[in-house]
């Protein structure tokens, strides 16, 4: 019978992971703007150097990996041991260590950031970033590296206030460094006025925030992701060894570039990033269903979800017994969803997921021109890539272009590809939603 497959199958066990938080269900893991981002934390010698302690935690709460690097004066006001404590790493303060340099050199490190924040930066700080200083191991890093710089300032009220200090804090954010605060209120000196360092809470928030853009503002992206669970009887069914955490990386991403997400996921142990929709499915008709439900008013439809593509005709209404004969399932096709966007009239962008063991651009090609899609985002598969992975490596294909994107998490690949995403979009659609901002 055309579209039927024969096959025998073993029930498949939930995917597992990186843990981070553990709920009464069972492990679920949680997925935010910090999260497996490289923060660098300066810290520079200011009483509110020892909130910079509490901070790496924040931080590290939120996902981050925190390299901290403290200034001499730092080391006066809390140990470079509590933060090593707290960040897992070996604190760096000199720029002429040759062990510290032999482990990761400051170039490379200035490099390894996703973003450097400092926090406390102090008046004098600030001044010598003012000017381009390069006397000790911070004040090199941040002329080193191309990773936007956050500044958390922290000083007496005056100082603040001070002309000098001004016109410094002007010349670094024409230059693009962003601040973060100061607070206004009591300070250490007995004064009160402005100059508080932000608290920790405020300050992880608001790096998060540095994240974000706006290269999709005002779209609506629906996105697929995870396994879809086709049942053989109440407690078997046929699965795959997707995790979600592809699709769900790409969530995050698209809500940090401003997009309204909806995000219709199979069964996984992932937590949906609080701002977008979730519809939660576990079969490939209840997806196929949601999908169209909201594909008429999406902008963008990115398929991430590893749908089944088969499901049982009959599946048994009770336990099915074991025998020693052999079982056979009689599969039926489900409909492909992502074909099924593209064939729309007005068809929204579609992006598709090309998941193959061999012959990775022949596929994706042939996929991109049968299903009628706008972009092939393509892996391979087995031996340890791919699926259950936390990384990934992606082969990007579009009409008359293609990008590599070279093994990293999958949530520094999602950013990468929703970023590939803008920009077709907004080449084939240039009258639509926010345009891409210079530089
Ligand atoms: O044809 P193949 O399954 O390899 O295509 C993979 C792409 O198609 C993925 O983007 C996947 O999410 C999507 N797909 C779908 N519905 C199906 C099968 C695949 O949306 N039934």
């Given at each position: 019978m055309p579209g039927h497959k024969q096959a025998m199958v073993e029930s498949c066990p939930l995917p597992t992971g990186r843990i981070t938080v553990r709920h009464q269900i069972g492990y679920t893991f949680t997925m935010n703007s910090l999260c497996n981002k490289r923060v660098l934390l300066g810290i520079t010698g200011g009483?509110?150097?020892?909130k910079s302690a509490e901070l790496v935690r924040r931080l590290r709460e939120q996902g981050a990996e925190v390299q901290v690097v403290m200034t001499h004066a730092a080391c006066e006001f809390i140990t470079p041991l509590t933060l090593q404590a707290l960040s897992g790493k070996p604190v760096r303060t000199e720029l002429f260590s040759t062990q510290a340099e032999a482990a990761m050199g400051h170039i490379e490190l200035a490099r390894w950031s996703d973003i450097i924040l400092v926090a406390p930066a102090t008046a004098h700080f600030i001044a010598r970033l003012t000017y381009g200083f390069a006397d000790d191991l911070l004040s090199t890093l941040c002329l080193a590296t191309e990773a936007p710089i956050a500044l958390a300032p922290a000083m007496n009220h005056q100082m603040w206030k001070n002309a000098a200090t001004r016109a410094n804090i002007r010349i670094l954010e024409e230059r693009g460094i962003r601040l973060l605060g100061p607070a206004a209120g009591d300070q250490a000196c007995g004064e009160s006025g402005p100059g508080r360092m932000l608290e920790p809470d405020q300050l992880a928030t608001a790096l998060a925030e540095?994240?974000?853009?706006?290269?999709?503002?005002g779209l609506r992206i629906l996105i697929t992701a995870g396994p879809t669970q086709e049942a053989i009887d109440p407690v078997r069914y046929i699965s795959n060894r997707s995790s979600g955490r592809m699709g769900y990386a790409l969530c995050q991403a698209a809500l940090e570039a401003g997009a309204e997400v909806s995000l219709v996921s199979g069964p996984v142990a992932l937590e949906a990033p609080a701002r977008a929709r979730c519809h939660r499915v576990s079969t490939a008709m209840e997806m196929y269903q949601a999908v169209m439900d909201e594909a008429g008013h999406t902008d963008i439809f990115i398929a991430a979800a590893a749908v089944s593509d088969y499901r049982c005709i009959h599946s048994a209404q009770t336990k099915i017994k074991k025998s020693t004969d052999p079982l056979n399932l009689v599969l039926e096709l489900n409909p492909d969803i992502l074909a099924s966007v593209a064939a729309l009239?007005?068809?929204?962008f579609t992006v598709g997921f090309a998941a193959e063991t061999d012959s990775l651009e022949e596929y994706a090609m042939d996929k991109m021109t049968r299903k009628r899609v706008d972009m092939i985002a393509a892996n391979l598969v087995g031996e340890g890539k791919g699926?259950?992975?936390?990384e990934n490596a992606l082969e990007v294909y579009w009409n008359g272009g293609s990008c590599s994107l070279h093994l990293d998490s999958k949530e520094r690949i999602a950013h990468q590809l929703i970023e590939l995403i803008a920009e077709r979009f907004h080449e084939k659609n240039?009258?639509?939603?926010?345009?891409p901002a210079a530089g």
């Amino acid at each position: 019978m055309p579209g039927h497959k024969q096959a025998m199958v073993e029930s498949c066990p939930l995917p597992t992971g990186r843990i981070t938080v553990r709920h009464q269900i069972g492990y679920t893991f949680t997925m935010n703007s910090l999260c497996n981002k490289r923060v660098l934390l300066g810290i520079t010698g200011g009483i509110a150097a020892y909130k910079s302690a509490e901070l790496v935690r924040r931080l590290r709460e939120q996902g981050a990996e925190v390299q901290v690097v403290m200034t001499h004066a730092a080391c006066e006001f809390i140990t470079p041991l509590t933060l090593q404590a707290l960040s897992g790493k070996p604190v760096r303060t000199e720029l002429f260590s040759t062990q510290a340099e032999a482990a990761m050199g400051h170039i490379e490190l200035a490099r390894w950031s996703d973003i450097i924040l400092v926090a406390p930066a102090t008046a004098h700080f600030i001044a010598r970033l003012t000017y381009g200083f390069a006397d000790d191991l911070l004040s090199t890093l941040c002329l080193a590296t191309e990773a936007p710089i956050a500044l958390a300032p922290a000083m007496n009220h005056q100082m603040w206030k001070n002309a000098a200090t001004r016109a410094n804090i002007r010349i670094l954010e024409e230059r693009g460094i962003r601040l973060l605060g100061p607070a206004a209120g009591d300070q250490a000196c007995g004064e009160s006025g402005p100059g508080r360092m932000l608290e920790p809470d405020q300050l992880a928030t608001a790096l998060a925030e540095c994240f974000s853009s706006s290269r999709l503002q005002g779209l609506r992206i629906l996105i697929t992701a995870g396994p879809t669970q086709e049942a053989i009887d109440p407690v078997r069914y046929i699965s795959n060894r997707s995790s979600g955490r592809m699709g769900y990386a790409l969530c995050q991403a698209a809500l940090e570039a401003g997009a309204e997400v909806s995000l219709v996921s199979g069964p996984v142990a992932l937590e949906a990033p609080a701002r977008a929709r979730c519809h939660r499915v576990s079969t490939a008709m209840e997806m196929y269903q949601a999908v169209m439900d909201e594909a008429g008013h999406t902008d963008i439809f990115i398929a991430a979800a590893a749908v089944s593509d088969y499901r049982c005709i009959h599946s048994a209404q009770t336990k099915i017994k074991k025998s020693t004969d052999p079982l056979n399932l009689v599969l039926e096709l489900n409909p492909d969803i992502l074909a099924s966007v593209a064939a729309l009239p007005g068809a929204p962008f579609t992006v598709g997921f090309a998941a193959e063991t061999d012959s990775l651009e022949e596929y994706a090609m042939d996929k991109m021109t049968r299903k009628r899609v706008d972009m092939i985002a393509a892996n391979l598969v087995g031996e340890g890539k791919g699926f259950e992975s936390l990384e990934n490596a992606l082969e990007v294909y579009w009409n008359g272009g293609s990008c590599s994107l070279h093994l990293d998490s999958k949530e520094r690949i999602a950013h990468q590809l929703i970023e590939l995403i803008a920009e077709r979009f907004h080449e084939k659609n240039p009258d639509q939603g926010t345009e891409p901002a210079a530089g």
